[in-house]
C-alpha cells in the first residue's frame, strides 16, 4: 500500500483564480503560511492559456496535491478515459503527489452530473467502488486516495452503516482516505450519529490528508458549501482526529462565495493553531 | 431485499433527465423527498452556473423569466457530455439559434443568439488548451484564432455592457454580417477580439501564402511602407505571432 510515503505537507489551501495573484507572488508561500496547494483537476486539465500556466506556475512554488469531483468512481459507466489522460497530464505537468476524489458517482449513462451523488452502504457498491480504484491506479501516474463525501440521503435498505462501507472499501482498494472532518460533521449532524465514534473507528494509518471546510446550517439541514468559515464544532474534530492520526496534510477548502484571500488565510492559520495544540511544534515531511 | 446499485442508478438518471417526478423517485426509493430535492436542485444548479459563467453579458441582458425558460428546456435537451464544466454551455448557441424568433420564447430578441455566439467564442479562446508559443522561427497565425461573421453591434453591444450601459437594446440580426477576429492574447493571456480591417486582412493572406509584407503588397500593388505597419500592427496585437514578438 501507498500511505507508508505520504507525506506530511503541513497546511494548505485550493488554487482559486481570483486567488493566484497572491499565492504566486514571490515569497508568497512563506509570507502567506501556506505550505501547499491543491488544484482542482476539472478547473485547470482541459484547459491552456492562463489556467495552464497557473497550475505550472504554481507546482514551481508549493508542492501540489490534485482533487476531483469527477473520477465517478462509482458510476455505472466505463472510466472515462479522457478525464484519466487528463490526470495524468496534469500530474506530469505539476509533479503532484497525489490525487484524491470523492466515494460517489457523477456521471452515467452518458451524462456528466458535476455533482457527488451518494452510493448506497452495500457490499456489492464497495466492491464495485473498489473495483473500478485499482482499475483507475493502473492507469494513472500518482497514488489515488478516496474522499469521504457529505450526502444528505441515505439508502434506507442499505445493510452497513457508513463507516463500516468506507472501511469495507479502503480494505479492498487498499487506498489512502482523504478525511473530509467537516463531511463527517456535517453527515452525522444530518443522519443523526457520533463523528467522534466515526472518526474512531477509522484506520488512521489510511489517512493521507485531511480537508476543512465551512458549512452552511438551513435548520432541517447541514448543507456542505464550502463557503462559510469553519465552526468550533468542526475544529474540534479536527483536533480529536489529528490525536489519532498524528501530523497530517490539512488543506481548508472555501470554493463558493469567495472571500477575500486574507479570509481564507485566516482559517488556514485557524487550523494550523488547532494543529499546534494537538502536536505541539511539528516537523513536516515532504 | 436490498436493491442493486444499478437500479438505484437508473432511478435516480431518470430524475435527473427530467423523465419522472422528484416525488415519484423519492417514493421508489425510499427516499425523503425534500433531501432529494438537494441533488435535485444541485445537479440543475451546475448547468445553470455553466451558462452564466460563459454567457455573462447574454444572462443578464436577458429578461429573467426568459433565461429560467430557456435554461429549463436547454437543461431537459442538453445534458452535460463531460466532466470539462465548460462543455456543459456549449450547446448553448446552437440552442439559441433554433429558437430565437419563436414566440413561445417572450424576451428573446433577434441578436440574442449572435451575442451567445461571440460570448462563446471568447471563452473558447480563452480556455484553448492550444499553446501559443513564446517564440516562433517564422511568422505564424495565433493558433486561438477563430474568425466570426457577425454584425459588430454584438461586440459593440458587450463592450457597452462591460462598461456599465446596460440599458441598451440587444442588437437587431438584420445589421449586416462583418468579420471579427478572435484570439487569445500571447502575453495577457485574455481573450481578445478586433475588427477585420483590410490591414489585419492583409496580414492574414501573407501568413496564409507563407510569403512577406513586402512581396504581397509589390504583387498587389500596394505601397510597402503600408503592408509592413500592417504586419507590425497584426503582431502588436497578438494575432500574427513572430520572432520578434518580445
Known amino acids: 500500500m501507498v500511505q507508508a510515503h505520504i507525506a506530511d505537507l503541513g497546511h494548505g489551501i485550493g488554487l482559486r483564480i481570483p486567488y493566484a495573484d497572491g499565492l504566486?507572488?514571490?515569497?508568497?508561500?512563506?509570507?502567506?503560511?501556506?505550505?501547499?496547494?491543491?488544484?482542482?483537476?476539472?478547473?485547470y486539465a482541459p484547459y491552456g492559456g492562463r489556467l495552464k500556466r497557473l497550475a505550472e506556475q504554481a507546482a514551481e512554488q508549493y508542492p501540489i496535491v490534485l482533487h476531483g469531483v469527477g473520477l465517478s468512481v462509482g458510476g455505472p459507466d466505463p472510466l472515462d478515459a479522457r478525464y484519466l489522460e487528463s490526470l495524468n497530464d496534469l500530474a506530469r505537468r505539476t509533479g503532484a503527489l497525489w490525487f484524491t476524489d470523492h466515494v460517489c458517482w457523477s456521471s452515467g449513462f452518458g451524462v456528466e452530473y458535476h455533482d457527488l451523488l451518494p452510493l448506497p452502504f452495500t457490499e456489492e457498491a464497495a466492491s464495485h467502488v473498489a473495483r473500478r480504484?485499482?482499475?483507475?491506479?493502473?492507469?494513472?501516474?500518482?497514488?489515488?486516495?478516496?474522499?469521504?463525501?457529505?450526502?444528505?440521503?441515505?439508502?434506507?435498505?442499505?445493510?452497513?452503516?457508513?463507516?463500516?462501507?468506507?472501511?469495507?472499501?479502503?480494505?479492498?482498494?487498499?487506498?489512502?482516505?482523504?478525511?473530509?472532518?467537516?463531511?463527517?460533521?456535517?453527515?452525522?449532524?444530518?443522519?443523526?450519529?457520533?463523528?467522534?465514534?466515526?472518526?474512531?473507528?477509522?484506520?488512521?494509518?489510511?489517512?493521507?490528508?485531511?480537508?476543512?471546510?465551512?458549512?452552511?446550517?438551513?435548520?432541517?439541514?447541514?448543507?456542505?458549501?464550502h463557503g462559510a468559515a469553519m465552526t468550533d464544532d468542526v475544529l474540534d474534530l479536527y483536533r480529536h482526529t489529528l490525536r489519532r492520526t498524528g501530523g497530517i496534510s490539512t488543506l481548508f477548502e472555501w470554493d463558493n462565495d469567495l472571500p477575500p484571500l486574507s479570509t481564507v488565510l485566516v482559517e488556514n492559520n485557524r487550523a494550523r493553531a488547532a494543529a499546534h495544540d494537538v502536536l505541539g511544534p511539528r516537523s513536516l515531511r515532504p | 431485499m436490498t436493491r442493486s446499485l444499478l437500479s438505484i442508478q437508473t432511478e435516480l438518471h431518470a430524475l435527473f433527465r427530467g423523465q419522472v417526478e422528484l416525488q415519484t423517485t423519492a417514493e421508489a426509493l425510499s427516499l425523503p423527498v425534500e433531501?432529494?430535492?438537494?441533488?435535485?436542485?444541485?445537479?440543475?444548479?451546475?448547468?445553470?452556473?455553466?451558462?452564466?459563467?460563459?454567457?455573462?453579458?447574454?444572462?443578464?441582458?436577458?429578461?429573467?423569466?426568459?433565461?429560467?425558460?430557456?435554461?429549463?428546456?436547454?437543461?431537459?435537451?442538453?445534458?452535460?457530455?463531460?466532466?470539462?464544466?465548460?462543455?456543459?454551455?456549449?450547446?448553448?448557441?446552437?440552442?439559441?439559434?433554433?429558437?430565437?424568433?419563436?414566440?413561445?420564447?417572450?424576451?428573446?430578441?433577434?441578436?440574442h443568439a449572435a451575442l451567445s455566439r461571440f460570448e462563446w467564442e471568447l471563452s473558447l479562446a480563452f480556455h484553448a488548451p492550444v499553446e501559443v508559443p513564446a517564440v516562433v522561427e517564422t511568422p505564424c497565425l495565433n493558433p486561438t484564432l477563430a474568425v466570426l461573421k457577425l454584425p459588430f453591434a454584438v461586440p459593440r453591444f458587450l463592450l457597452n455592457w462591460q462598461a456599465g450601459l446596460r440599458d441598451q437594446t440587444c442588437p437587431l440580426s438584420c445589421a449586416p454580417d462583418e468579420l471579427s477576429l478572435i484570439f487569445r492574447h500571447p502575453k495577457r493571456e485574455t481573450a481578445c477580439f478586433f475588427a477585420a480591417t483590410d490591414d489585419l486582412l492583409f496580414a492574414l493572406a501573407v501568413i496564409e501564402r507563407g510569403s512577406t509584407a513586402e512581396v504581397v503588397a509589390e504583387e498587389a500593388g500596394l505601397p510597402v511602407v503600408s503592408a509592413v505597419n500592417a504586419m507590425r500592427y497584426a503582431v502588436s496585437i497578438g494575432l500574427v505571432l513572430d520572432a520578434a514578438r518580445d
Open chain 2, 35 to 111: 433531501r432529494l430535492r438537494i441533488y435535485w436542485d444541485f445537479v440543475r444548479g451546475h448547468v445553470r452556473r455553466a451558462l452564466t459563467q460563459n454567457f455573462p453579458v447574454l444572462v443578464g441582458c436577458l429578461p429573467h423569466t426568459t433565461f429560467e425558460a430557456l435554461f429549463e428546456e436547454y437543461f431537459r435537451l442538453h445534458p452535460p457530455p463531460s466532466f470539462a464544466f465548460n462543455e456543459a454551455a456549449e450547446a448553448f448557441v446552437g440552442f439559441l439559434e433554433e429558437r430565437e424568433g419563436w414566440e413561445g420564447h417572450k424576451g428573446l430578441r433577434p441578436g
Open chain 1, 133 to 225: 480504484l485499482r482499475e483507475a491506479q493502473s492507469r494513472v501516474c500518482l497514488p489515488l486516495g478516496l474522499e469521504n463525501p457529505s450526502y444528505y440521503v441515505k439508502h434506507p435498505d442499505a445493510p452497513l452503516s457508513e463507516v463500516e462501507f468506507l472501511n469495507a472499501l479502503l480494505e479492498e482498494a487498499d487506498c489512502g482516505l482523504l478525511l473530509d472532518v467537516n463531511n463527517v460533521y456535517v453527515n452525522a449532524r444530518n443522519h443523526g450519529y457520533d463523528p467522534y465514534a466515526f472518526i474512531d473507528a477509522l484506520p488512521a494509518e489510511r489517512v493521507w490528508q485531511v480537508h476543512l471546510a465551512g458549512h452552511l446550517d438551513r435548520g432541517d439541514v447541514l448543507i456542505d458549501t
Open chain 1, 24 to 43: 504566486l507572488a514571490p515569497d508568497a508561500r512563506t509570507v502567506l503560511g501556506v505550505d501547499f496547494l491543491e488544484i482542482l483537476v476539472e478547473n
